[in-house]
C-alpha cells in the first residue's frame, strides 16, 4: 500500500539501492565459489611472497636466523595456488591467523594507513602490519612493539625488511602507536578487544551490534580523546554511532550526524560480509559470533542487519545525497543542509518519507 504511493522516480531510486546491495553481497558468493578472485587470497599471497622471498635472499633479516625462521615456520609451509576450494582456502587464512586474530588485526592496522593514500600502494605494504600484529599478539608490550616497527618517517618491517612512508606518516604512526598500546592491555588481537568490550555492554542486540562494534574500533584507534573503560553505550549514542529511529531521521534529517570515519566501515563491512574475515572474527570474537554464524549460514537471511552498516566514503555519499536531493526535492541543494550527515540511509528515509507526506 505504501510503495503504491511512491513516485516512479524514488522507486527507481529505491531499486538503484537494491542493486547496490547486491552488487555488496556478490562478493561474498564469488569469493566463496572463486577463492583466487578475494580480496584475501591477493593479501595473502603478498605476505608468503615477501617473506619467502626475504627468507631465501634477504641474508641479513631476522630470517637469516634459525629463531627468526622458527617464528614464521606457519607461512613457509603455506600452498596456495589459484585453483584452491573454499576449504583448502580458509584453512591456509587459519594458518596464518594462527587462530588468534593475527589476520584481522594486521587488516585492521593497515586500513589505518588508508588515509589519503591508494589502497593498492597501502596492501602492497600488507606483510609490515602483519608482522606488527603478530609481535602486538606475542610480547604484548606496546613500546617494544612501537620501537621495532615505527620509525621517525616511515614503519619497517624488519623481517622482510619492507618500508612504509605514508606521506601523514606523523599522523597516521600517532593512531598506530594507540592501537597498539590498547591492544596489548586487551589481549593483543583485535579479536579479544573486541570481545571485551562488547561483553561489557549489557546493551547488545541485534538491532545494534555492528553499531556498537563501529563504536569500540572508533574508541580504539581513531577517537584520541575516548577512554576504552567508559560506558560503550553511552559512548556509541554521544558520538552518533547509535541513530535515531526510522521516524526521528525523517523528521530531523538535515541535523543527522554519523559517527566513524570511511575507513573503519570499510573494514566493519569486510569483516561481516568478506566470508574468510567473517570465519576469523567469528572463531575468537564471541559476543557477535552468532550473528556473524548466521550470515555467514543464510547471506539473505542476516541481509537485515546490513541496515546498521553505512557506506564507506564521505565525498561519495555527499556525492549521492546531492544527486537525489536534486532529483526527488523541489528544493534548491544546499550545501548546509547535507554539512555533518553521511548516513545515506538517512538519506532514503527523508526522501521517503517527504514523498508520503
Not at 29 to 34: A, G, N, P, T
Not at 124 to 142: D, G, L, Q, V
Not at 272 to 286: G, W
Request: glycine share 4%; hydrophobic share 40%; aromatic share 14%.
Amino acid at each position: 500500500m505504501v510503495l503504491g504511493r511512491l513516485s516512479e522516480g524514488l522507486r527507481k531510486l529505491l531499486d538503484s539501492w537494491r542493486i547496490m546491495r547486491i552488487m555488496t553481497l556478490a562478493y561474498n558468493v564469488l569469493s566463496k565459489r572463486f577463492p583466487a578472485l578475494s580480496w584475501e587470497f591477493d593479501f595473502a599471497v603478498r605476505l608468503y611472497q615477501a617473506f619467502v622471498r626475504s627468507k631465501y635472499k634477504e641474508v641479513f633479516t631476522p630470517l637469516a636466523s634459525d629463531e627468526g625462521k622458527k617464528t614464521f615456520d606457519h607461512l613457509f609451509e603455506l600452498s596456495i595456488s589459484t585453483n584452491m576450494s573454499y576449504d583448502e582456502f580458509l584453512r591456509v587464512l587459519m594458518a596464518v591467523d594462527e587462530g588468534s586474530g593475527v589476520l584481522v588485526t594486521a587488516y585492521w592496522l593497515t586500513c589505518i594507513f588508508g588515509y589519503q593514500e591508494k589502497s593498492e600502494f597501502v596492501w602492497a605494504h600488507f606483510p609490515i602490519f602483519y608482522s606488527i600484529a603478530r609481535e602486538i599478539c606475542e610480547s604484548k608490550n606496546a613500546s617494544y612493539v612501537t620501537k621495532r616497527y615505527i620509525k621517525e618517517k616511515w614503519v619497517e618491517d624488519p623481517f622482510t625488511g619492507l618500508r612504509f612512508t605514508h606521506r601523514y606518516h606523523k599522523d597516521a604512526g600517532r593512531l598506530l602507536t594507540r592501537t597498539i598500546e590498547i591492544l596489548c592491555e586487551h589481549g593483543g588481537t583485535l579479536n579479544l578487544y573486541i570481545d571485551n568490550m562488547l561483553k561489557r555492554c549489557d546493551m547488545i542486540n541485534e538491532e545494534n551490534w555492528i553499531r556498537l562494534m563501529a563504536a569500540a574500533l572508533n574508541m580504539l584507534t581513531y577517537d584520541e580523546k575516548a577512554c576504552v573503560d567508559e560506558d560503550l553505550y553511552e559512548y556509541a549514542e554521544r558520538e552518533h554511532f547509535i541513530l535515531p529511529k526510522e521516524t526521528e531521521l525523517a523528521l530531523n534529517f538535515k541535523k543527522v550526524k554519523v559517527g566513524g570515519c570511511k575507513r573503519l566501515w570499510v573494514a566493519i563491512r569486510d569483516y561481516i560480509i568478506y566470508p574468510y574475515l567473517n570465519r576469523l572474527v567469528s572463531a575468537s570474537c564471541r559476543s557477535v559470533s552468532q550473528y556473524l554464524n548466521e550470515i555467514y549460514r543464510d547471506l539473505l537471511g542476516g541481509e537485515r542487519y546490513f541496515e546498521q552498516l553505512e557506506l564507506p566514503g564521505d565525498v561519495w555519499n555527499e556525492d549521492f545525497h546531492k544527486k537525489m536531493h536534486r532529483a526527488f526535492s523541489s528544493q534548491e541543494y544546499s550545501k548546509d543542509a547535507n554539512k555533518g550527515c553521511k548516513s545515506c540511509r538517512a538519506a532514503i528515509v527523508h526522501l521517503v518519507s517527504k514523498e508520503l507526506s
